[in-house]
């Protein structure tokens, strides 16, 4: 039997289990417990990288630059949260994926406008 037909096998076999044992409720619980724990970890991470390196160059940027910076950076993290919380789909993914998408641009363009000497 080949590793791939053995996988599936055992899938199936756990899906089986959920389905017998009645547990989609708490597996959807165990989903979302996950996804928050997830968006936890990586807002933590973002603030340690955050504290130890940007927080010293960015206090030498001009006020209005650091304001943009920090609206796009906040606006990103509401857009990632509202994807994670609501999972748009249609026009509301259009609209999250372009909300994060001018987000990481102004947020890019901020920094390397900062970072460039003319």
């Known amino acids: 039997m080949s590793p791939f037909v053995r996988n599936l096998l055992i899938l199936a076999g756990f899906a089986v289990l959920i389905v017998v044992l009645n547990a989609e409720t708490a597996l959807s619980t165990a989903n979302v417990l996950l996804s928050l724990a997830f968006l936890v970890v990586v807002a933590v991470v ?18 209005r630059q650091r304001r943009v910076f920090y609206a796009a950076g906040g606006l990103l993290i509401v857009d990632i949260g509202w994807w994670l919380w609501s999972s748009p789909s249609g026009r509301n993914a259009l ?10 641009y102004v947020g890019f363009k901020t920094w390397r406008g900062q970072r460039t000497y003319y």
């Open 95 to 104: 609209v999250a994926i372009v909300v994060a998408a001018v987000s990481v």
């Open 46 to 63: 973002i603030y340690f990288f955050w504290r130890d390196f940007g927080r010293r160059e960015i206090n030498t940027w001009p006020e």
